[in-house]
């Protein structure tokens, strides 16, 4: 059974920095697996935030993100990690950590079978 606990989160002001974590049984983090954050905010799809292959050398971000999150793993620890930085009141939402067994990061819901529960993150102005 693969299972993914998404840690971390909170209120933040704006401006302001949240880490979130994102710690897979050793099944999810076999080899060749990507992992993505994504996050759904109230009324609205879940939406590709970052993603990173399994080496760690190739990451990918929504352009809404850029600069200004960070996508990092570490297979030791079976956990990836979403840094974030000048947070905006836009940011806030719930945030999801996926991974599928593929060759390239994905940004499509309906290509990752495996998700957390969720961290609410939540940006005040």
């Known amino acids: 059974q693969v299972q993914l606990v998404e840690s971390g989160g909170g209120l933040v002001q704006a401006g302001g920095s949240l880490s979130l974590s994102c710690t897979a049984s050793e099944r999810a983090f076999s080899n060749y697996n990507i992992m993505a954050w994504f996050r759904q905010a109230p009324g609205k799809e879940r939406e590709f935030v970052a993603g990173i292959n399994w080496s760690g050398g190739s990451t990918l971000y929504a352009d809404s993100v850029k600069g200004r999150f960070t996508i990092s793993r570490d297979n030791a620890k079976n956990t990836v990690y979403l840094q974030m930085n000048s947070l905006k009141p836009e940011d806030t939402a719930v945030y999801y950590c996926?991974?599928?067994?593929?060759?390239?990061?994905?940004?499509?819901?309906?290509?990752?079978?495996?998700w957390g529960q969720g961290a609410q993150v939540t940006v005040s102005s």
């Open positions: 996926a991974t599928e067994r593929r060759w390239s990061i994905a940004t499509k819901r309906f290509e990752y079978e495996y």
